[in-house]
């Protein structure tokens, strides 16, 4: 994958963690421990990667660190989700996105769709292949990229259409800065959280979504069983760069 491109999109995680994350009270600091780290193994367009070591990860108060490990990739970074799940994280010339979800994952992780619990961060390069999903997600959610936007459909290898402005339909859309938006899809229906290998399901969908100067999309999807829904803001909203 292109070296400005990747760490273009590392540096825009950073200013993602610095708009996101949680602020805590000095009292409520002083209990604070890191949570565990897991490292995910990657596949993808020079093969196997064995996991990550020696990863620092965020500190948060006992009671909901005690429920939440760090899951961190090669390419992608890393993401709060709940302890005991698996992660896999595929990647190429286009981006890279790292999954998490409860269990081992199959024998295929190249065609996985996800009806349950799960979290999907995705990184889009802007100036690679990933365009055109950078495109289609910020046509949706990102009005002042239509320059960027319009200029991948004049290539014409993706018809027009695809390239649908405007928030899906029946999405709740919150935009948190300029470049930082959150998004809610209901359950049972299509939008922005599942435009991911998470598929429609009894259950809402969670996320957020960013762009920096060279259009590659950061988006982070959550969707979590009523038990642990109560841990989606924290997931949503403590990040950290590698």
Not at 1 to 12: E, G, I, L, Q, T
Not at 94 to 106: E, Q
Not at 159 to 181: A, W, Y
Not at 227 to 240: F, H, S, W
């Amino acid at each position: 994958m292109p070296a400005a491109a990747h760490c273009n999109a590392r540096r825009w995680l950073l200013i993602f963690a610095a708009a996101s994350v949680l602020t805590l009270s000095a009292g409520a600091r002083a209990r604070d421990v890191q949570v565990p780290f897991v490292g995910c193994k990657s596949d993808g367009q020079v093969g196997a990667l064995p996991p990550p070591k020696d990863i620092t990860t965020p500190r948060l108060p006992l009671p909901i660190a005690a429920r939440l490990s760090w899951y961190a990739s090669n390419n992608t970074g890393g993401v709060l989700a709940p302890r005991g799940w698996g992660c896999f994280e595929l990647y190429g010339s286009d981006g890279s996105l790292l999954i998490v979800a409860p269990g081992a994952f199959g024998r295929d992780p190249f065609s996985a769709r996800l009806t349950g619990p799960a979290i999907q961060l995705s990184i889009s390069f802007g100036d690679t292949s990933g365009r055109f999903e950078a495109a289609k997600i910020a046509a949706r959610l990102f009005p002042e990229r239509k320059a960027f936007v319009d200029s991948v459909i004049a290539e014409d290898i993706e018809p027009k259409q695809n390239f649908v402005s405007g928030p899906f339909p029946h999405d709740r859309i919150e935009r948190l800065t300029h470049d930082l938006v959150a998004f809610e899809t209901p359950a049972n229906t299509e939008g922005m959280g599942t435009m991911s290998r998470l598929v429609k399901s009894a259950d809402l969908i969670r996320g957020r979504a960013s762009m920096d100067r060279d259009n590659n999309a950061i988006v982070l999807v959550v969707r979590l069983a009523p038990p642990q829904a109560d841990l989606a803001e924290t997931i949503l909203n403590v990040r950290k760069a590698r």
